[in-house]
């Protein structure tokens, strides 16, 4: 006569532990691809996106730009939340004059802000009727043309577009409303030892370095990293991840643009 088995049990308990194994291995997948964004995030590249038309017309509202943490060396926000326990920077490379870069405010470091370089430590900053002088050389700028465009705020403004040549060489285009507005004319900056002096592209429209109690003379330690090319961009009536929007949303000919 033969025995019968009862495998039931079997098969439940063989499923069970199936189920446990491929659990923990989802596990093990999500922690080494948590651990290894963290580890791009941290020191190689990180993912920003322009809120503001401040930096007009270099960078537009609904932008999104790597950001290579590589370029200054490190320094305690180079890491999430502020936390890397050591102050000033290691592996230092210092930035260049026309430097695209983001850094924590230093009034409120809780806040990431983008600019451009336009002061060196030692540096002489002044802004007289518009025009920006370093160490009191006036720079040159050729206007391109004028043009009317919407803000962020809903309102139409005319603006005008110049080449403006940093001292030493480097060329960027600027948006002026004109050469009167509030910080079209300054007093002198000198730029302290391991600061830097930022200022938007649009040069009417940027809280920057000329706003001392807002922004200020930029610490080195504050740089999170330089701007390097644009991966994606609307122009915001869709979110990134609403991919059904994305043909006629998407600025196509921004797409992984070199920012310059």
């Given at each position: 006569?033969?025995?019968?088995?009862?495998?039931?049990?079997?098969?439940?308990?063989?499923?069970?532990?199936?189920?446990?194994?491929?659990?923990?291995?989802?596990?093990?997948?999500?922690?080494l691809?948590?651990?290894?964004?963290?580890?791009?995030?941290?020191?190689?590249?990180?993912?920003?996106?322009?809120?503001?038309?401040?930096?007009?017309?270099?960078?537009k509202?609904?932008?999104?730009?790597?950001?290579?943490?590589?370029?200054?060396?490190?320094?305690?926000?180079?890491?999430p939340?502020?936390?890397?326990?050591?102050?000033?920077?290691?592996?230092?490379?210092?930035?260049?004059?026309?430097?695209?870069?983001?850094?924590k405010?230093?009034?409120?470091?809780?806040?990431?802000?983008?600019?451009?370089?336009?002061?060196?430590?030692?540096?002489?900053?002044?802004?007289?009727?518009?025009?920006?002088?370093?160490?009191?050389?006036?720079?040159?700028?050729?206007?391109?043309?004028?043009?009317?465009?919407?803000?962020?705020?809903?309102?139409?403004?005319?603006?005008?577009?110049?080449?403006?040549?940093?001292?030493?060489?480097?060329?960027?285009?600027?948006?002026?409303?004109?050469?009167?507005?509030?910080?079209?004319?300054?007093?002198?900056?000198?730029?302290?030892?391991?600061?830097?002096?930022?200022?938007?592209?649009?040069?009417?429209?940027?809280?920057?370095?000329?706003?001392?109690?807002?922004?200020?003379?930029?610490?080195?330690?504050?740089?999170?990293?330089?701007?390097?090319?644009?991966?994606?961009?609307?122009?915001?009536?869709a979110?990134?991840?609403?991919?059904?929007?994305?043909?006629?949303?998407?600025?196509?000919?921004?797409?992984?643009?070199?920012?310059?």
């Amino acid at each position: 006569m033969t025995k019968k088995t009862d495998t039931s049990a079997d098969e439940t308990t063989l499923d069970t532990k199936k189920k446990s194994e491929d659990w923990s291995e989802l596990m093990r997948t999500a922690g080494l691809a948590i651990l290894l964004a963290l580890i791009i995030r941290t020191f190689l590249f990180e993912p920003f996106n322009i809120p503001s038309g401040s930096m007009l017309p270099t960078l537009k509202v609904g932008d999104y730009l790597f950001v290579s943490k590589y370029s200054y060396g490190y320094s305690k926000y180079s890491f999430p939340f502020g936390l890397g326990g050591f102050e000033g920077r290691i592996w230092s490379d210092a930035p260049e004059r026309g430097d695209v870069v983001v850094f924590k405010l230093p009034t409120n470091t809780s806040i990431d802000y983008i600019k451009r370089v336009v002061g060196l430590p030692g540096d002489v900053i002044q802004v007289k009727a518009g025009r920006l002088y370093i160490n009191d050389e006036r720079l040159d700028r050729e206007e391109m043309g004028q043009e009317d465009i919407m803000t962020e705020y809903g309102y139409t403004s005319r603006i005008i577009e110049y080449v403006e040549t940093l001292p030493e060489g480097k060329v960027h285009l600027i948006y002026e409303e004109g050469d009167n507005n509030p910080l079209d004319d300054t007093l002198k900056f000198r730029v302290p030892e391991g600061h830097y002096f930022m200022m938007g592209d649009n040069r009417d429209n940027s809280r920057d370095s000329r706003v001392s109690d807002a922004v200020g003379f930029v610490p080195f330690e504050n740089f999170v990293g330089r701007a390097e090319f644009i991966f994606f961009s609307t122009n915001g009536s869709a979110h990134f991840y609403e991919v059904w929007k994305w043909p006629t949303t998407i600025r196509w000919n921004r797409l992984f643009n070199k920012i310059s």
